[in-house]
């Protein structure tokens, strides 16, 4: 009974910085690849930062260098460091898992979600 349960959302001005957390149960981090996804109005759910079970980091969308995926195998949390957030990254950001060894930047390809937890920039 995999649950993902995210926290740290809220709102900020711009050029401000979030953490974001992701705590699983019924879940180990370490093996396979663990994402951050993003889902505005009206757009599909992008892909933000992978890491996979070797510790290696994805950065397949537009973060450019302002975020950074981390996790603590022993607390099976995941993170999200955000920097200089601007107004676009407004989003509801949601952390996903699945049991695939190599990342995957396809919504569809991961199993388990968060709830989400919103971040507005303004």
């Known amino acids: 009974h995999v649950q993902l349960v995210e926290s740290g959302g809220g709102s900020v001005q711009t050029g401000g910085s979030l953490t974001l957390s992701c705590a699983a149960s019924?879940?180990?981090?370490?093996?396979?690849?663990v994402a951050w996804f993003r889902q505005a109005p009206g757009k599909g759910r992008e892909a933000v930062a992978q890491?996979?079970?070797?510790?290696?980091?994805f950065y397949p969308g537009s973060a450019e260098g302002r975020f950074a995926i981390s996790k603590d195998n022993a607390k099976n949390t995941l993170y999200l460091r955000m920097n200089s957030l601007k107004p676009e990254d407004t989003s509801m950001y949601y952390c996903a898992a699945d049991h695939h060894p190599f990342c995957s930047d396809y919504a569809s390809d991961y199993g388990y979600w968060g709830q989400g937890t919103q971040v507005t920039v303004s």
């Open positions: 890491i996979d079970g070797d510790g290696r980091e």
């Open positions: 019924g879940y180990t981090f370490g093996c396979a690849c």
